[in-house]
Structures are given as structure tokens and as C-alpha cells.
């Protein structure tokens, strides 16, 4: 059976758009940011309060954990392609994480 590594899917996910997110913020400054709670707070503040949160609670087995991953995913997907175009994708783009088991 193939099984979505849910937990690692979504920290590394989260993690690329913080990366890209501080390097595109050291290259242009926050204005350049399109989200205005990042943009009014800044990435750390906005980001690693859902990084701590998710590595906290997140449950492999849940099913409703892998939809929240699968989404949460989806909308990483479109915020790193912003920073694909923009050279600041610093630590590669959101992946979906499997497993394998007999």
C-alpha cells in the first residue's frame, strides 16, 4: 500500500515558503510580500507558530489530517510557484512525501 507521509509533507511544505519567503525578503524587503499579515508581522512570526502547531498535533493516520495535508499542499504549490517566478524559491518547491508497505 502507498501511504502520504502527512507530517512530513506538510512541515517540508510550510518550510520551502518560509525559505523562499525570508529569501525573497532579504532581497526586495517586505513590501515585495503579497500576504499582509506576513507582510505586517513578518515570516518567522506568521510561519513558525504553524510549523510548532502542525509538528505538535499532527496524527499520520488521521484522515482528516491527510486532507489538511493534501490542501495545505496544494496551496503551498501556488504560493512557492510566486517565488519560482521570482528567483527566490531558495529551497526547492513543496513535495509530497510517500510510503510503501506490503
Given at each position: 500500500?502507498?501511504?502520504?507521509?502527512?507530517?512530513?509533507?506538510?512541515?517540508?511544505?510550510?518550510?520551502?515558503?518560509?525559505?523562499?519567503?525570508?529569501?525573497?525578503?532579504?532581497?526586495?524587503?517586505?513590501?515585495?510580500?503579497?500576504?499582509?499579515?506576513?507582510?505586517?508581522?513578518?515570516?518567522?512570526?506568521?510561519?513558525?507558530?504553524?510549523?510548532?502547531?502542525?509538528?505538535?498535533?499532527?496524527?499520520?493516520?488521521?484522515?482528516?489530517?491527510?486532507?489538511?495535508?493534501?490542501?495545505?499542499?496544494?496551496?503551498?504549490?501556488?504560493?512557492?510557484?510566486?517565488?519560482?517566478?521570482?528567483?527566490?524559491?531558495?529551497?526547492?518547491?513543496?513535495?509530497?512525501?510517500?510510503t510503501w508497505s506490503p
Amino acid at each position: 500500500m502507498i501511504t502520504l507521509l502527512v507530517c512530513l509533507t506538510m512541515l517540508q511544505s510550510v518550510g520551502v515558503d518560509l525559505a523562499a519567503t525570508e529569501t525573497m525578503v532579504g532581497r526586495y524587503g517586505l513590501a515585495a510580500e503579497g500576504n499582509p499579515i506576513v507582510r505586517a508581522l513578518g515570516p518567522e512570526v506568521t510561519v513558525f507558530p504553524v510549523l510548532l502547531a502542525t509538528a505538535g498535533t499532527c496524527r499520520q493516520d488521521d484522515p482528516g489530517w491527510t486532507t489538511a495535508a493534501v490542501v495545505l499542499w496544494v496551496a503551498e504549490v501556488f504560493a512557492v510557484d510566486t517565488h519560482v517566478r521570482a528567483g527566490t524559491a531558495s529551497a526547492g518547491v513543496p513535495l509530497l512525501f510517500f510510503t510503501w508497505s506490503p
